[in-house]
């Protein structure tokens, strides 16, 4: 059984208190950053590239969880490798699905060094992906419509956590599930008992009091 880990979503910070928020995410519980690219072409919204993760390399000891989503991730890796990320997901939508192509980018993140993962949209199912569950360390599930903090949990996507748990215990593999959207106290509940193992949270960290809402979500 891996351990529960929370991964805040810098997406969230407040970035008017960045060196603040920063200091109170080194003191709390979290050992995972979730960092959240996105370039107003594979989702309507544009975040940050390599140059912000870096930033946060150099000011905090967490492993860095960069989940890009982005029309061509093939193109971005080495940046990422370069600005110190420990792991990259990739959405298999960004290959239109596409396995051959989605292993070549897991190969080409393992190439580096890093920690591998694919991703999927809501509307994706995940089963088509199985022959890639023992090639990746993160199995990353949607809970929401990728490109915005702070919206509604999907609660059926919690059918793919239950596959995945079912899965990695039938072939003995040892992959985190980790789901991404709407966490909070009462959704972290629903995503632990399917089987997800790490929980990304954005709004709900970073509205309250870091590291006690981090600590509520480890309960
Ligand atoms: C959405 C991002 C999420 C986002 C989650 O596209 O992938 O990581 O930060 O934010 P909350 O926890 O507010 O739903
Ligand atoms: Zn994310």
Redesign the pocket.
């Given at each position: 059984m891996n351990e529960l880990i929370i991964a805040p979503?810098v997406?969230?910070m407040d970035y008017s208190k960045m060196q603040e928020q920063t200091k109170a995410l080194n003191e709390s519980k979290a050992k995972w950053l979730?960092f959240?690219v996105?370039d107003g072409h594979f989702?309507p919204n544009l975040t940050f590239g390599a140059h912000i993760l870096k930033g946060f390399h150099d000011s905090t000891n967490l492993y860095l969880d960069v989940?890009l989503?982005i029309s061509d991730p093939i193109k971005y890796i080495p940046d990422f490798y370069k600005a110190g990320a420990h792991q990259i997901t990739v959405h298999t939508e960004s290959f239109n699905n596409d396995i051959h192509k989605i292993q070549e980018a897991i190969d080409l993140i393992h190439d580096y060094k890093m920690d591998a993962g694919f991703v999927v949209k809501p509307a994706t199912s995940i089963e088509a992906f199985e022959c890639l569950l023992d090639k990746v360390e993160t199995i990353l599930i949607?809970s929401?419509?990728?490109?915005?903090?702070?919206?509604k949990f999907m609660e059926e996507q919690l059918d793919k956590v239950r596959w995945l748990f079912q899965k990695r215990m039938e072939k003995n593999l040892s992959y985190r599930i980790e789901i991404?959207?709407?966490?909070n106290f009462e959704t972290a509940k629903k995503a632990i008992e399917a089987g997800a193992d790490t929980l990304?949270?954005?709004?709900?960290?970073f509205k309250d009091n870091i590291p006690k809402r981090i600590e509520g979500l480890l309960k």
């Open positions: 979503s997406l969230s979730h959240d996105m989702v989940h989503m949607m929401v419509e990728p490109g915005f903090g702070g919206q991404d959207g709407g966490i990304v949270a954005g709004s709900f960290v």
